[in-house]
């Protein structure tokens, strides 16, 4: 069982708008352990980003215990804070008028990193994430993937356990969110803990070892992508016949499987009922219809969050 | 100071210029060596002052608005160390500008002034920590309420009013001026101030801070339970 670097308890957070109260969230808990990538989606005020700032401690909870292996970062962030690294979405991270190499330099003197390690931990970075070539060029120029990728670094300069990333792929072309999802998972393999704050289910499926569904500031759903799937059900059948049916045997099909949609020698039939899979299989022995393959499908993640968010 | 040269040249040769404006200034009056010395130690000092106050509010706001602000908050050292961190380096920066400008005044004018660095750098640092305080002050207001440009200038006058001060009664309970008058003091009778004075001037200083420091450290938890800390400006 791998460490636990990260847990939250009974977190807390109302936020006072005018005259009202706002619920940011509402008893939130979870754990990221490591090597562990956790992808935490909701829709937007469902305190994704409330969650990841009290964390850090730069949001203040109502109530809730946080501890980043083993420290907490309200109370103690001498002690926390140098085992956790945060890329924010909506904020630059990094000062574009430095070039990545000042960049990195800054936020490690800032971090109490000695100089000379700074500068080495700095060429490693700027090396495995491609930007060794413009290390002293100003980041004003670089592409946004780039500025991404030096946020990435500034992160990671301290070496922390536990890194919290809000919408890092928002605004990167294909080649970058690639490049940036393998670095994701490398650093994840090397015993981090990863919390992924995202809108992007692809990147969900792609990377995430368990999800975690905020609606409403309330956690609704958690568990590995295959879990939350398994849960909600299949979705339905996908029998591929050996030969093309014959038009009596579709119009049968239809009349008798109203559920079901044709296409070519492809049946899909919306149902998790194997009482009418059964018939269809019934429905194909009787005309002598050979099957190739029968698939069953799961729903995607994305049906899984839009189930979660369109519950009153 | 590198990527943006061309600035950096800009304010060598602004300092130069300011201290030859005052040089030809003194002499276009006709005062004595002494006075152009007083002015430019006063003026020096005034400067460093000045910095202490407006750059710490200053400072976070611009990194709020750069959006670079909470990426700061995530020091271990915390927000209140890493700004006193860039205060520190300004007025080295600031400083080490205003030295160059004045030897090179003092090079092409052939007026070469005394100068006591210690007891300057002292009473220097006196006046700079009280201006820090109030400076840090604003700089907890400025985290909460983002803009508060004309606020700073109303405190500015307030601090100029403590400066001129007179030292009779409840003037010599006021911040800076004791401080300043100490600093004009040495300058115009050349004796360094005595134990008693410096002591009491550094626990006004210390005093100073501590409620300086806890009005940020009120403002910045007040931010941080508001939420407010990664708001632009």
């Known amino acids: ?312 | 100071m590198r990527h943006y040269w061309l600035n950096t040249l800009s304010a060598l040769a602004f300092a130069l210029m300011l201290f030859l404006m005052l040089y030809f200034g003194v002499r276009a009056f006709g005062a004595p060596q002494a006075d152009f010395g007083a002015l430019v130690i006063g003026y020096y000092a005034f400067m460093l002052t000045n910095v202490g106050f407006q750059r710490v509010a200053s400072f976070l706001l611009t990194e709020s608005q750069t959006g670079t602000l909470e990426q700061l908050a995530l020091s271990p050292f915390g927000l209140a160390m890493t700004t006193l961190a860039h205060l520190v380096s300004y007025l080295l920066s600031v400083a080490l500008f205003g030295a160059v400008g004045l030897l090179a005044t003092m090079a092409i004018t052939g007026m070469w002034l005394p100068f006591n660095l210690p007891a300057f750098g002292v009473m220097t640092l006196l006046l700079v920590g009280q201006a820090y305080a109030f400076g840090l002050a604003m700089g907890g207001l400025a985290l909460r309420f983002k803009r508060i440009g004309d606020l700073m200038q109303v405190v500015s006058m307030v601090l100029v009013v403590f400066l001129l001060t007179p030292a009779e009664g409840v003037g010599n309970l006021a911040p800076l001026g004791p401080t300043w008058r100490l600093l004009q003091q040495w300058v115009q009778a050349g004796a360094l101030p005595h134990a008693t004075a410096l002591g009491i001037e550094v626990a006004r200083t210390v005093g100073l801070l501590l409620v300086g420091v806890l009005v940020y450290r009120w403002c910045e938890r007040r931010v941080r339970q508001l939420g407010l800390l990664g708001r632009y400006a």
């Open chain 1, 1 to 312: 069982m791998h460490a636990t670097l990260l847990q939250v308890q009974g977190l807390h957070k109302t936020y006072r708008v005018g005259k009202s109260c706002v619920p940011a969230l509402q008893g939130v808990s979870f754990q990221a352990r490591a090597g562990e990538i956790v992808a935490l989606l909701g829709s937007n005020g469902a305190g994704k980003t409330t969650c990841v700032k009290c964390i850090l401690g730069l949001v203040l909870p109502d109530s809730g215990q946080i501890t980043v292996c083993g420290y907490d970062p309200i109370r103690q962030p001498r002690l926390a804070l140098p085992y956790i690294g945060a890329v924010l979405e909506g904020s630059r991270n990094i000062y574009w008028q430095l070039s990545a190499w000042e960049n990195l330099l800054f936020f490690a003197g800032i971090a109490g990193i000695p100089p000379a390690q700074a500068r080495q931990r700095a060429g490693e970075l700027l090396e495995r994430l491609g930007l060794a070539h413009r290390a002293h060029e100003l980041v004003g120029g670089f592409s946004r993937g780039m500025q991404q990728k030096v946020a990435l670094a500034v992160a990671l300069i301290h070496e922390p356990r536990v890194l919290l990333l809000d919408e890092p792929t928002l605004g990167l072309d294909l080649e970058a969110a690639r490049d940036l999802r393998h670095a994701l998972r490398d650093l994840a393999d090397a015993g981090r803990a990863i919390l992924l704050c995202t809108h992007q289910m692809e990147l969900v499926e792609q990377l995430a070892d368990r999800v975690l569904i905020l609606h409403r500031g309330a956690l609704a759903r958690e568990g590995s992508p295959h879990e939350l799937r398994a849960a909600l059900g299949q979705r339905a059948f996908v029998i591929t016949a050996a030969q093309p049916l014959a038009e009596t045997l579709q119009h049968a099909i239809c009349a008798q499987l109203p559920e079901a949609t044709l296409n070519g020698r492809v049946i899909t039939l919306h149902t998790h009922d194997t009482l009418r899979l059964y018939t269809l299989m019934h429905l194909l022995e009787a005309e002598r219809v050979a099957i190739e393959l029968v698939q069953t499908v799961m729903p995607s993640i994305e049906e899984v969050f839009l189930e979660v968010v369109r519950q009153p």
